[in-house]
């Protein structure tokens, strides 16, 4: 459009003999727009198809000529104006007929495009829905649309986590998620502390130490140290020797620490050649499958039943899923039929596993009997996901040949019957010192002395596991109502959280270290 001052003009309809600039609903929006910039609403109907007539174009007006007069319907009570006349007159020949089946079914399909942001994704739906006559009804049909077809399922969880949002409110909603993305993103990306390249054997190439070399050149006599954790201050037979009762991570046997084991370096059989980051979404399902070189699977081989098949499995404490492979599927279930399934599996290298389906069927091992989904990958070994696992009561054990079963009849905790015997009456005659709350320090505030020239560090944010989400939540906001942390902006230093599991309660700890 030309602009005259600060009003733009909607440019020649027709200029030239051909196909009009814009479709004729658009032009004339645009026209009547202009004409209410140029405050022309009081304009008389003449005057009004007269700057009409002029936009036109030089084609344009030729066609108006050779149009038909409009005649008003039977019936109509009030004629129309001149304006009025020339408008139906071209309608009836730009107007393009709309149907509203293939409006709505362009509506349906249009789903945001990776790297479109929300704003520009209902602008479009806006168009879209012009062709649909929605009436009233249209910002709620663009408001599901948003829901259901958003490119990020992190904006989609939060809008479904809604009762019943407004068009805005869905609008305001997806805009915060979006920005904290992004603000999540440049934050991770300014971090280059916790980045690794590389791992190699600090042992390789480790040359001796000042220290270490004269002791090897001297002929002098060294001091007695304790061979089971390489103390100077006692000897082996010291019942106060902490690696009296620990395990080896070298050699696995009890008795002494792995930096004064004299075995050879405990070998799993699989070597790291790189470790790199992934950009991988949090929230895909990962499955984990570590070779040897040899093409054979480490880790806690068996049979379990499927149905009334019999078959060798690995289980798997990474993958959420129960696979097995196309060819054991067409061998043993050929007149099954498999049910499509929208999930997408990733394997440890972020390569996707291509999933034909699942079915329902029966998973038993050693006595114990479940009912799954068992899914059908296009490649790879039959495996057992956690999640069957723990309904069956397998626990996998680092550097068993087998799995253990849990029995029901075992003790995993005692508590003392008298363990809280008094402590009501304690607690109500000391209130005022055993307060339901976190006590405070009154008429002191914590100052952080810093380095001279110390740098100011970003820690890359961990990726916690889906599964503990939400007792991480959970702890993070009784922290915050109970005054221990509190929310901040933007900060210099960010130190990353890691999430742990408390072996006596099951609940969950959280380590952070502040001193980088």
């Known amino acids: 459009m ?5 009003i733009c003009v909607p440019p020649l309809f027709l200029d030239s ?4 600039c814009m479709k004729w609903k658009g032009w004339l929006r645009a026209f009547e727009n202009y004409i209410v910039s140029i405050d022309g609403k009081g304009y008389s109907p003449e005057r009004k198809k007269s700057l009409l007539f002029g936009l036109l174009g030089k084609a344009g007006q030729e066609v108006f000529d050779s149009l038909p007069v409009y005649v008003n319907p039977p019936g109509a009570t009030a004629p129309l104006s001149e304006y009025q006349e020339a408008v139906k007159r071209l309608e009836l020949q730009y107007a393009e007929e709309c149907n509203i089946m293939v409006g709505r079914h362009k509506f349906a399909l249009r789903k945001q495009e990776e790297g479109e942001t929300i704003e520009e994704y209902i602008a479009c739906l806006r168009v879209l829905a012009q062709d649909c006559e929605f009436a009233e009804m249209t910002d709620t049909y663009i408001r599901d649309q948003v829901v259901f077809y958003c490119h990020s399922k992190k904006v989609q969880e939060r809008l479904l986590s ?27 990306s300014t971090s280059q502390a916790s980045n690794v390249f590389y791992v190699q054997d600090r042992h390789k190439h480790a040359a001796k130490t000042p220290d270490r070399a004269a002791s090897d050149r001297g002929g002098g006599r060294r001091p007695l140290a304790c061979f089971r954790c390489g103390s100077r201050d006692h000897l082996a037979d010291s019942r106060t020797c902490p690696a009296l009762y620990k395990s080896c991570s070298k050699c696995r046997k009890m008795g002494h620490f792995a930096a004064v084991c004299k075995a050879k370096k405990y070998n799993t059989g699989m070597k790291v050649s790189s470790v790199s980051e992934s950009d991988m979404d949090a929230d895909a399902d990962i499955v984990l499958s570590i070779d040897d070189e040899d093409g054979r699977v480490k880790g806690p081989i068996g049979s379990v039943m499927i149905g009334a098949v019999e ?3 690995t289980a798997d404490s990474g993958s959420p899923l129960t696979l097995i492979s196309d060819r054991t599927f067409e061998l043993k279930w050929q007149d099954v039929r498999l049910h499509e399934t929208d999930v ?8 996707d596993i291509v999933m034909r389906g699942y079915f329902w069927d029966s998973l038993t091992f050693r006595g114990r009997t479940v009912r799954t989904k068992i899914y059908v990958a296009e490649k790879g070994r039959s495996l057992v996901g956690w999640k069957d696992l723990a309904k069956l009561g397998v626990m996998l054990v680092p550097g068993a040949d087998d799995p253990i079963v849990l ?14 015997e008094g402590l009501a009456e304690v607690l109500e005659e000391f209130d005022s010192v055993f307060e339901n709350k976190v006590g405070c320090v009154r008429g002191f505030v914590h100052a952080i002395r810093l380095k001279e020239g110390a740098i100011p560090i970003k820690h890359k944010v961990r990726t916690i596991p889906l599964s503990v989400k939400g007792e991480l939540k959970a702890v993070l906001d009784r922290l915050k109502m ?5 929310e901040a902006g933007a ?18 700890r959280l380590c952070v270290d502040l001193r980088s």
């Open 2 to 6: 030309s602009q005259t001052g600060h």
């Open 17 to 20: 003999p051909g196909k009009p």
């Open 162 to 188: 809604c009762r019943n949002p407004s068009l805005k409110e869905v609008m305001a909603i997806a805009k915060a998620v979006e920005r904290s993305m992004v603000s999540s993103k440049e934050l991770a």
């Open 311 to 313: 078959l060798p499995f």
């Open 344 to 351: 997408n599996p990733k394997a440890f290298g972020e390569h």
């Open 407 to 420: 029995r029901d009849d075992w003790i995993n905790y005692v508590q003392p019957e008298d363990l809280h």
């Open 482 to 486: 109970e005054g221990v942390i509190e």
């Open 491 to 508: 900060s210099e230093w960010v130190s990353a959280i890691v999430v742990s599991k408390k072996k006596r309660t099951g609940d969950i």
